[in-house]
């Protein structure tokens, strides 16, 4: 496994150590003790969700503001556009957001830690994207910003598409008026 950190350190990109021939390939999608050398992090996931959406689709950015989830994301059909929002106040890079291509093709993962806003954009015809979580969802501390806040200026790939979103996702709050971490 190859971790790198992102423009924003504490997000950091994820390569498996991928074992293939002719007849297909296998790799540890996650290995604490590895995880844990390469990283430096003492993580424990407590929930895996798995979810499926079309091109266009767009989820986020969604954060809990208490019971803060950290995410380990990775997709495993099709590709999408990950992207991660520092909404930490106190933090050198509150407000910035990085953002990488993660797919079946390249099995990249990224981490979000905890004090992140969490978004992607379907690019495939379809998309399933794993998500483990470091606390428990709680509907009562989920928030969501408008994927398109001027302030954050988020580049999404939409090559002129308007993005399918949910009625949440369509009402999110701006960044400004958004309920953030210290």
């Not at 019971?67 to 997709?75: D, I, N, S």
């Not at 992140?116 to 501390?141: C, I, M, N, W």
């Amino acid at each position: 496994m190859k971790v790198t950190a992102t423009a924003i350190p504490e997000v950091l990109l994820v390569e498996p150590t991928v074992f293939g021939d002719d007849r297909g390939f296998f790799y540890e999608s996650f290995n604490a003790r590895e995880w844990r050398e390469q990283t430096g992090l003492e993580t424990t996931f407590v929930q895996d969700n798995h979810s499926r959406s079309m091109k266009n689709v767009l989820r986020g950015i969604h954060y809990q503001i208490e019971q803060a989830q950290g995410k380990l994301v990775r997709v495993v059909v099709g590709e999408v556009f990950d992207v991660a929002v520092d909404l930490r106040k106190s933090s050198p890079t509150f407000g910035k957001w990085v953002g990488d291509r993660l797919s079946a093709e390249n099995k990249k993962s990224l981490w979000i830690p905890e004090g992140f806003g969490h978004g992607f954009l379907v690019l495939s015809d379809v998309a399933e994207f794993l998500y483990r979580t470091t606390d428990f969802y709680a509907p009562r501390f989920e928030r969501c910003i408008i994927w398109n806040d001027p302030e954050i200026a988020i580049d999404w790939p939409l090559d002129g598409n308007e993005p399918l979103l949910s009625d949440k996702d369509a009402k999110g709050s701006s960044f400004t008026a958004a309920e953030l971490y210290r």
